[in-house]
């Protein structure tokens, strides 16, 4: 899987020099990155060893050239049949000096473009969404770490106007997650661009699926204190349009990630 760029960034001229890999993912340290890109494409059914294989190439090809870019490939263990690619940059004049240093290799680009063409046997829907961070709706944030195996992404669509009604939500869950000592962690991001705004993803990093379990069950205790549950629930439902809630499972084969960060868990990150 290849930085699969906005159309207004294929015709950049490139003036970025190279830079390095291992400078240009700091985003997957814990701390969780102020820019990120998803890219989520929808399988064809009965295509995904062959689509897994073609994403594998993608990876060989950046890594045999060293591309200053990286991210996390993951594959939906609910709902449609997905894969979702998550990149992150310090701002998103970095996400796009990332995409120029990518076009300086021509040859590179050449390659990909063979395997891009190759996707459309294996993709019915392709959607790139570019999101930001919001610190104040995140809980114990940590986005990705090195035993990370699965994210929890529930997509909240908010009525237009009702920014401000939906962001009292998610802090008052916030505040009634700390208040119960909940260990759970979230990061929550805006989009900016790429689907329906105003648009919240809400982002559970897990290390399996027992932390579902966790959450779960500790959901009593937090409701518990949440002041005023009924008027919460009901000011959710008047700011929301749709809630879609996916599992990702990551996998290490399609994401394309600096060494120094796999060999934190070399077991698992670089698994044949």
Do not use: C
């Amino acid at each position: 899987m290849r930085p699969r760029l906005p159309v207004v960034l294929l015709g950049l001229a490139v003036t970025a020099p190279p830079l390095s890999l291992t400078a240009q993912s700091v985003w997957l340290s814990p701390t969780p990155p102020p820019a990120i890109r998803i890219v989520r494409e929808t399988a064809r059914f009965g295509t995904s060893a062959a689509h897994l294989n073609n994403e594998r190439n993608w990876v060989s090809t950046l890594r045999s050239k060293q591309v200053p870019y990286s991210y996390v490939g993951t594959v939906a263990a609910s709902g449609a049949p997905q894969f979702w690619f998550i990149g992150g940059a310090a701002d998103f004049r970095g996400l796009e000096s990332l995409d120029a240093s990518y076009q300086a290799d021509k040859t590179l680009a050449r390659q990909l473009d063979t395997l891009m063409a190759r996707e459309a046997a294996f993709v019915v829907d392709v959607q790139t969404v570019l999101a930001y961070y919001l610190p104040e709706l995140s809980y114990r944030p940590v986005f990705i770490q090195p035993e990370t195996r699965h994210f929890w992404v529930s997509t909240f669509t908010v009525r237009p106007g009702q920014d401000a009604a939906f962001i009292t939500v998610l802090k008052a869950y916030a505040a009634a997650y700390a208040a119960a000592g909940s260990e759970t962690s979230w990061v929550t991001y805006q989009l900016v661009a790429g689907g329906s705004s105003p648009t919240f993803y809400l982002l559970v990093p897990m290390t399996s699926y027992g932390d579902l379990d966790t959450d779960l069950a500790q959901g009593r205790t937090v409701g518990g204190k949440i002041p005023d549950p009924a008027a919460i629930a009901a000011q959710f439902t008047a700011s929301t349009v749709q809630v879609e809630t996916q599992v990702l499972t990551i996998s290490p084969k399609i994401s394309y990630v600096p060494d120094d960060f796999a060999e934190q868990d070399k077991a698992f990150w670089k698994a044949r």
